[in-house]
């Protein structure tokens, strides 16, 4: 089982910015998409919304609400992946979600993901 353990959380303020994390524990990158999730307060998990996503190849997907200020990134040789989140509005504030799954060239934010992360709480204050 291959884990994935987020960080960089906080607590920011309107217009912030914050990047987020995801290390896995997989020998490489480069058989897995690595993607973000969400989940709003108030909001079972059930309701998780996919945020932003990165195949095996680099190929990269974002959700309509985070395009044109979250960026997703990866260094292979530490095996993370990254998200920054700028221009951050009190409507970001979610736990934010880490998930591995082997990617077969489809929409990384969508099929079952076997390992995911604890989570880490983003709050953007007004």
């Known amino acids: 089982q291959i884990e994935v353990v987020e960080s960089g959380g906080g607590l920011a303020h309107t217009g912030g910015s914050l990047k987020l994390s995801c290390k896995a524990s997989?020998?490489?990158?480069?058989?897995?998409?690595i993607s973000w999730f969400r989940q709003a307060p108030g909001k079972a998990r059930e309701e998780r919304e996919g945020?932003?996503?990165?195949?095996?190849?680099?190929?990269?997907i974002y959700a309509d609400s985070v395009k044109g200020r979250f960026t997703i990134s990866a260094d292979k040789a530490q095996k993370t992946v990254y998200l920054e989140m700028d221009n951050l509005t009190p409507e970001d504030t979610a736990v934010y979600y880490c998930?591995?799954?082997?990617?077969?060239?489809?929409?990384?934010?969508?099929?079952?993901?076997?390992?995911w992360g604890q989570g880490t709480q983003v709050t953007v204050l007004s």
């Open positions: 945020v932003s996503c990165r195949g095996s190849d680099g190929r990269t």
């Open positions: 997989a020998m490489t990158l480069d058989y897995y998409a």
């Open positions: 998930a591995l799954r082997r990617d077969f060239g489809t929409d990384c934010l969508q099929g079952y993901f076997g390992s």
